[in-house]
Structure formats: structure tokens, C-alpha cells
């Protein structure tokens, strides 16, 4: 199944799209695990970066100042805010501490390659009474209440079929893998469920399509999350790409919202972007 219309690849087993699912979620899962007891990790952000010279750490100040902001908040707007380059400017006064890894520890270093060639993680860490006015200043917020499991409920309809997505299923080996991704710039877990479950409850794509907030809750339940997360994801040759619907109901309030013409990748981003901002209290998606 393609992310864009050239864009195919091989099939992976079930068993091995199970466990990459698995993998991939890991980052987002620790986050959420450790959100009751430690909130440091929201506080925390990396880059790559090449080498540790000066220059090239300020560029990654301001990348990972980027992302804390958003982590923090919920709210991935932030990233396009008018206001955020005067601050990004500023972003080595906002850093409280930071370090390198080499990524390339334990190769040597070829004989025209210098330490400043070599690509390096540079994490920084921020403190709240530091990002949390920042982001007051952006209008946006810290969420810091535990973030809540995300039941992802997807019927998707490509070029030759219609299926539900499952964390295990033989449809769609990289979509799991893809929204997986798409928690973590969020710190936000996502929860798929499984082909079991799904022909359990004999859910297809129109089924799925007409479950009300009460049922798409308990099927949240049964999988063990929180929130459901509804959408459906349909390939359109006229819009030359995916069109997203989804919809999420947080305090008794029905929220819906659509992109269209995209690769699935940024549809999964623009699901999780809309949830969290609208379960940190941000604002609409």
C-alpha cells in the first residue's frame, strides 16, 4: 500500500510487523508510564547534530527548543509560531544543561575524518520555570496531568480494499509503524487493536464506520486505552492522496476534523496532533 502513489514496499511477516509495532512504541510508552511520577522527561529533548563545535550546537539549541515546547504543551502549532524564531535565538540562554553521544562511538575515525565530522546526539534538558513562561508567551500551556492511552479505531479504504487496521494484521505492514512514530515528537502512546479482537466483534469498515461514542469507548476499553480515536483513511486519486477523517469526543464535547491529499504518514501526524491538543486543553485540532 503506498504512502503516495510512488511510493510502495515489500510486504513484512505478521509476526515481524507485530513486533516493530511493539519497538516502535516503546519511546511513546515510557513516556506516558513515567508522566505520574516524572515529568522530566517532557523536559528533555535531542538532535542530531554534526560534531561540538559551537556553531552547529546552537542549531541544535534551537531544534530541540522546538520540540520541548511542543512536548511539553501538546500543542504542535507551536512549531509554526511567528513568535518562536525570536526565541529559538535565544535558546542557549533557555538550556539548563547539555551532552553528546557520538553515534559513530567505537568506529575510528578515518584518517581525513576530525571529531567535528562525526554526527552526535545532543540532548538538552530544560527546566519548567524556564519553558513554562515560554510557552504563556505563545499562548499555549504545559499539559502535565497523565496522557491518557489512545485507542486508534481505523477503517481505511485503498485502491483495491477495504479493512480495519490492526497492530497484527496482513493488510498494511507499515501503518502501525507510521503512527507509531507519530506519538513520539508527543510523548503520547497510541493503541492499536488486534485481528482477534476485530473478528471477535466482526468489525469491518462500515461497521466500524457507524460505531457511536459509547460503543467506540468500550472497544477502547477492551483493548485497554482510554480515548477512542475514530477515523477513517481512504485513498483518492483525485485528491492525489489519502483523505483522513477523524473524530474524538473529550468532556462530553464531539470534535471532527479532516486533511486531505497526504502520504498516511502525515495523516497519522495530524491524528495525533489534533488528539493531543485537544486533550491538553490547547485548543480545537
Request: charged letters at 20%; hydrophobic letters at 45%.
Amino acid at each position: 500500500m503506498p504512502r503516495s502513489v510512488s511510493q510502495l514496499k515489500p510486504a513484512l511477516t505478521t509476526a515481524a510487523k507485530t513486533c516493530v509495532f511493539a519497538v516502535a512504541l516503546t519511546t511513546a510508552w515510557l513516556g506516558s508510564a513515567a508522566n505520574a511520577t516524572d515529568r522530566s522527561h517532557l523536559y528533555t529533548s535531542d538532535a542530531i547534530v554534526t560534531g561540538t563545535g559551537e556553531e552547529n550546537r546552537q542549531i541544535g539549541f534551537r531544534e530541540c527548543l522546538s520540540e520541548v515546547l511542543v512536548k511539553v504543551s501538546g500543542d504542535a502549532r507551536l512549531a509554526d509560531s511567528t513568535a518562536l524564531p525570536t526565541l529559538q535565538a535565544r535558546a542557549a540562554e533557555f538550556v539548563a544543561s547539555f551532552s553528546y553521544r557520538d553515534r559513530l562511538e567505537g568506529v575510528p575515525i578515518h584518517d581525513e575524518q576530525g571529531t567535528h565530522d562525526r554526527p552526535h546526539d545532543l540532548t538538552c534538558r530544560f527546566e519548567p520555570k524556564i519553558i513554562d513562561p515560554l510557552l504563556a508567551r505563545l499562548g499555549s500551556k504545559p499539559w502535565l496531568s497523565p496522557r491518557p492511552i489512545i485507542a486508534v479505531l481505523l477503517a481505511v479504504k485503498d485502491q483495491t480494499r477495504r479493512f480495519v487496521l490492526a497492530h497484527d494484521g496482513s493488510e498494511s505492514p507499515y501503518m502501525a509503524q507510521s503512527l507509531a512514530a507519530a506519538t513520539v515528537p508527543l510523548a503520547l502512546m497510541a493503541r492499536l487493536p488486534d485481528a482477534a479482537t476485530l473478528a471477535a466483534a466482526r468489525l469491518d469498515f462500515d461497521h466500524l464506520s457507524r460505531l457511536n461514542s459509547t460503543e467506540l469507548k468500550q472497544l477502547a476499553t477492551d483493548i485497554g486505552a482510554e480515548i477512542p480515536l475514530a477515523g477513517t483513511l481512504v485513498w483518492s486519486d483525485a485528491a492525489r492522496g489519502w483523505i483522513a477523517d477523524w473524530r474524538l469526543v473529550e468532556n462530553g464535547k464531539a470534535y471532527r476534523w479532516q486533511i486531505r491529499g497526504v502520504s498516511f504518514d502525515d495523516a497519522f501526524r495530524n491524528a495525533m496532533q489534533g488528539a493531543a491538543r485537544i486533550l491538553s486543553g490547547n485548543g480545537p485540532p
